[in-house]
């Protein structure tokens, strides 16, 4: 069964940076896309971020532009979301989810337990 | 692009069916055959349910199915059980590479 762990989740200030880690594990990595789902509190889903199998794709959804950066290691079989000039509306669950194909617009698979990140001052 | 449109709750005996609907637009939930239905139980993580709009993963019960008419997308629970008691969230691809969510309803089993 596939196993992903997300951590990095904690309290930051506005403004300020956090960087997220999902450890994947019993599946090939390097063969899927991945991506990051938030969930603010009482709130539905947002996928954030998305990267293909090899790492050359990403791509993120409007609200987290110029802000958020995904990227993985293959070789560590390990995703990351770097969070940067962060505010108190990106605070949320962070899911690590695994996409079913290589293709960025297939489903969500298989998702990680989620990794808290709080915002404020 | 804005989130595809859900109900915010629904409600059914134990037992009976209960139908969720999932409403987007033609460049969306129209226009592909990429619905998929995911199922999250309060402080847990998102479960796939259903994709490609009728598609069960292995393990899901066959009391769920999907259908799809034009722009809308429905979910299907037959012979509701107390265990169905959840929020639903249906995802649809858009054409870009960010999937698009709806949502999500509140399924309650009275």
């Known amino acids: 069964e596939v196993q992903l762990l997300e951590s990095g989740g904690g309290l930051a200030q506005p403004g300020g940076s956090l960087r997220l880690s999902c450890a994947a594990s019993?599946?090939?990595?390097?063969?899927?896309?991945m991506a990051w789902v938030r969930q603010a509190p009482g709130k539905g889903l947002e996928c954030v971020s998305v990267?293909?199998?090899?790492?050359?794709?990403?791509y993120n959804a409007d609200s987290v532009k110029g802000r958020f950066t995904i990227s993985r290691d293959n070789s560590r079989n390990t995703l990351y979301l770097q969070m940067n000039s962060l505010r108190a509306d990106d605070t949320a669950v962070y899911y690590c989810?695994?996409?079913?194909?290589?293709?960025?617009?297939?489903?969500?698979?298989?998702w990680g337990q989620g990794t808290l990140v709080t915002v404020s001052s | 692009q804005s989130a595809l449109t859900q109900p915010p709750s629904a409600s059914g005996s134990p037992g009976q069916s209960v139908s969720i609907s999932c409403t987007g637009t033609?460049?969306?939930?129209?226009?592909?055959?990429?619905v998929s239905w995911y199922q999250q139980h309060p402080g847990k993580a998102p479960k796939l349910i259903l994709y490609?709009?009728?598609k069960r993963p292995s393990g899901v019960p066959d009391r769920f199915s999907g259908s799809k008419s034009g722009n809308t997308a429905s979910l299907a629970v037959s012979g509701l059980q107390g265990e169905d008691e959840a929020h639903y969230y249906c995802?649809?691809?858009?054409?870009?590479?960010?999937?698009?969510f709806g949502g999500g309803t509140k399924l309650t089993v009275l």
């Open positions: 490609e709009v009728t």
């Open positions: 989810a695994k996409i079913s194909s290589g293709w960025l617009g297939d489903y969500f698979d298989s």
């Open positions: 990267i293909t199998n090899s790492g050359g794709g990403r």
């Open positions: 995802a649809s691809y858009a054409g870009g590479n960010i999937l698009l």
């Open positions: 033609g460049n969306d939930v129209g226009a592909y055959n990429y």
């Open positions: 019993r599946f090939s990595f390097s063969t899927y896309g």
